[in-house]
């Protein structure tokens, strides 16, 4: 998995999804607004609010989907 941000985060409208496939080990923050995020083959569903991260544990597509208007980084 590639992704190349400029300084700061993704920009996500309300209702925005990012895929994100075979990000295993990358890391999500939430910097504004929540998002929900699942993995594939996984029972569990996160919501992140601001300033909380996820860790991707699993191979496979990742969604992230804003809540409302959010802005995330992605390590």
Known sequence: MKIELESGALQLSRGQTVKLQDA??????????????????????VVLEPGNCFRIG???LTIVQAFADAAVSLA
């Open 24 to 45: 295993v080990g990358s890391t999500i923050c939430a910097r504004e607004g929540t998002v929900w995020i699942t993995e594939e083959n996984s029972r569990k569903d």
């Open 58 to 60: 699993r191979p496979g």
